[in-house]
Antibody
């Protein structure tokens, strides 16, 4: 059974940093791309970043480029999202999701975690 | 960036009725790289349809997807009580992935 478990969400001040983690199980982790998608309170889904199975290719939404960094440790079956220079508009539930392919950048997502809440506020 | 516009914003229907949801893209989505997701309150999204018309594993056949180019449709043939939720389309025709704003299907 595929399981994705996010952690690391908390209250952080504007301008601060935070690292989210997503621990995966139930599939061959390094064979699949992974992504982060966020959802602001009461709003729709917004794609944030994606990473190929090998970790060699990364993709970012314009809204987070230069501030967020996605990475993965295939020995730990974990994907990370390092978030710097956080803003109030980054407040959201952050979902980790798995793609059914390894690479190419053209990803849809077949399994999702339950999300972790990040609140950016003074 | 491809902008996806979903309509209507809210669809009020009764169980047993047919639901037709639209997703229109600002430019052509290559190779029908269009997915649909269902999200219930307090839950993560669930993949329903990928490749515009292929049902994901375990999805009932009352859900169907169609379309190509810039116009895509999700149809629920007969609404069951558990189908009421918010539905999102997502294009993956380029590496700049985008979601539509969502359509809420509510009980009339």
């Amino acid at each position: 059974e595929v399981q994705l478990l996010e952690s690391g969400g908390t209250l952080v001040q504007p301008g601060g940093s935070l690292r989210l983690s997503c621990a995966a199980s139930g599939f061959t982790f390094n064979s699949y791309a992974m992504t982060w998608v966020r959802q602001a309170p009461g709003k729709g889904l917004e794609w944030v970043s994606a990473l190929s199975g090998s970790g060699g290719n990364t993709y970012y939404a314009d809204s987070v480029k230069g501030r967020f960094t996605i990475s993965r440790d295939n020995s730990k079956n974990t994907v990370y999202l390092q978030m710097n220079s956080l803003r109030a508009e980054d407040t959201a539930v952050y979902y980790c999701a798995k793609a059914p392919v390894s690479t190419g950048g053209r990803y849809h997502f077949d399994y999702w975690g339950q999300g972790t809440l990040v609140t950016v506020s003074a | 960036e491809i902008v996806l516009t979903q309509s209507p914003g809210t669809l009020s229907l009764s169980p047993g009725e047919r639901a037709t949801l639209s997703c229109r893209a600002s430019q052509s989505v290559s190779s029908t790289y269009l997915a649909w997701y269902q999200q219930k309150p307090g839950q993560a999204p669930r993949l329903l349809i990928y490749g515009a018309s292929s049902r994901a594993t375990g999805i009932p056949d009352r859900f169907s997807g169609s379309g190509s180019g810039t116009d895509f449709t999700l149809t629920i043939s007969r609404l069951e009580p558990e189908d009421f939720a918010v539905f999102y389309c997502q294009q993956y025709g380029s590496s700049r992935l985008t979601f539509g704003g969502g359509t809420k299907v509510e009980i009339k």
